[in-house]
């Protein structure tokens, strides 16, 4: 069959859900309200107060920050443990690049280190194959909606004294051994960025669950001010981080909704392993049967619940990466091409990131692809096209 770069018809024409969803009627009431009311700023009005405990709470700790940007909310909670010039933070590998420079942003080092070969999440000993007199942080990212390893990556910080930092920007709802992610280690960051599970177009989150760090936090984010202080007060250094009182609206409803577009997704993803495990298997260097062709990259171990931000499959079998992804596309099936590693960026290394080897980050970078997550809003029917269009370009190779 002719492929659809060669001119063929291609195998989904239909177009895929958009993202965000169209509003709410719960979203236009309260954003509504809030243009009427004339109070847009957080220090005008209570949405905002309203959503960062409604967040905490469920993240199951005490107290919330919203903020400007999931990265800016990274620097302040780094910031607000006392992360600063000197210090050193360990990040992945295999992440966006967001990580490690909220890392630079402090004044402290970023140490790139590799990630799970298996599901592509920060290793355990390659952190503590990184740590040094310098380490003060490890920051797990809950890549694509699944939680990091977390038990293991707070055993070792716990052992070495160093704090743990979520980048939990891409798992809102996520949960690991039964518990929300953002609240197991010492700060957690959500992202509200246009590509997330909730957006406002930009905005984060951060939560935590001790009553000084959420203080110290909350100054780094108002100015240096403290809770309760003078308003023309600023007994610390501080920035206004902020989110708005707008945006907080346009949020507060998706609580009400997360869950249900969780099993969506999640029903998506299903059915696109399920398809997957149909495709011909590769032929095998000897004999009999090899491996899948195209395989999902699996869960970590505790995963409770996956959020599926993206779906991140894995390519075993050889084809040239970018007549992949464009003929997937033609298909009428996009895939991602997914991250690089961080240690390849030369803005990074060149502001004094350190880098540790990183075979499994590099692999990734060459066999991994993506779902982006308003495909994973379709039909479970719709992966059937998934499937079917990588049967026809796998077939051809390129």
Known sequence: MKLAIDGGTPVRSAPWPSWPPPLSPAQRELVGEVLESGNWGATQGSRCAELAAAFAARSAVSYGTAVGNATLGLFAALRGLGVGPGDEVIVPAYTFVASATSVLLT????VIVDVDPVDLHLSVPAV???????TAAI??????GSPADMDGLTAS???HGLAVVEDSAQAHGAAYRGRPVGGLGDAGVFSFQSS?????????????????????????????RRIGGQWYGHPEVGWNLRLTEIQAALLLPWLDRLEEEIARRNAFCVAVERELARLPVLPAAGSGDGGPPVTVVPQPPGTTLDSRHLLMLRVNAPVDREFLL???AAEGVPLEGGYPPLGTMAALTDAGARVEPCPSAEAASRTVVWLRQSMLMDDPAGASDVAEALARVLARRG
């Open 196 to 224: 997330k599970a909730m957006t406002a177009g930009e905005g984060g989150m951060i939560v935590c669950r001790d009553e000084d760090v959420h203080s110290r936090i909350w100054s780094v984010c108002n100015l240096g």
């Open 107 to 110: 004044g402290a080092t970023p």
């Open 139 to 144: 920051m797990p990212v809950h890549l694509a």
């Open 157 to 159: 910080a716990v052992r």
């Open 128 to 134: 503590e194959a990184a740590i040094t007199p310098r």
């Open 326 to 328: 464009a003929a997937m």
